[in-house]
């Protein structure tokens, strides 16, 4: 096989090695964390700003990866750009480990739904309402802004209606380990569906069959010229 093939067939390798590592992303594992932007901006500090405070998204490094967008929900603790700890991945099955705990699940489904409504079309105003609504669903103290209060009626009722049939399976959280360290973040990772994995493998294994054959053949053809 010449290496060109060889490197095709190590990327399909490495994408289907991805969407393998992010569908079965353990629930309790200890990883690494960087804040690497905030504000909007993916490094260092972007517009995104109310009261005094930078607001979603954020962006976080796990594990050395590229960042990826956060949504922050712990309002009493402070975390600084490029400040690293050590963490541990929750999802809303279990919400143990997580830093306010089980008590407050309808706090975690309820924020997730409202961050689930931004969108990149939202207004700053709008953003900043949603962000001290999630900051005031798990902590007493949070500055009022306008629009919050509008926030956390409607999460209420979608809580009330089943979040109109929200799907919370991709949504994690990153909880520190350690109780006194940087805030709390909770993020959305899709799933890939089962058959959509299949089909990856499939077109894999049938990229690479394809690849290879041609050889098998020569090696073949060779064999039965040699009397092997």
Partial sequence: MHESS????????LLLCSVL??????????????????GGAEY??????????YLMPYYVSINNAAPIAVICD????????????????????D??????????????????????QITSNSSLA??????FA???LFSNGVPSVPGESAW????STASLSNYYGMNFSGWEVLTPTNPASPQEYFFYVPVPEPHVMFDLGSGLLCFGWLLYAPRLRRNLARGSSRGV
Avoid: M
């Fill in 6 to 13: 060889k490197s095709t067939v190590f990327v399909f390798a």
């Fill in 21 to 38: 590592f992010v569908a079965t992303a353990s629930a309790g594992s200890s990883v690494q964390i960087q804040l690497t932007g905030a």
């Fill in 44 to 53: 260092g500090l972007g517009p995104n700003q109310a009261d005094g405070e």
């Fill in 74 to 93: 712990d309002y009493l603790h402070t975390v600084s750009i490029g400040e690293q700890w050590t963490g541990i991945i929750s999802n809303f099955s």
């Fill in 95 to 116: 919400l143990s480990q997580t830093r306010f705990g089980t008590a407050d699940s309808t706090q975690y489904h309820e924020a997730a739904w409202i961050a689930s």
């Fill in 126 to 131: 709008t953003i900043a309402a949603a962000q």
């Fill in 134 to 136: 999630i900051w005031s």
């Fill in 152 to 155: 956390l009626q409607s999460a």
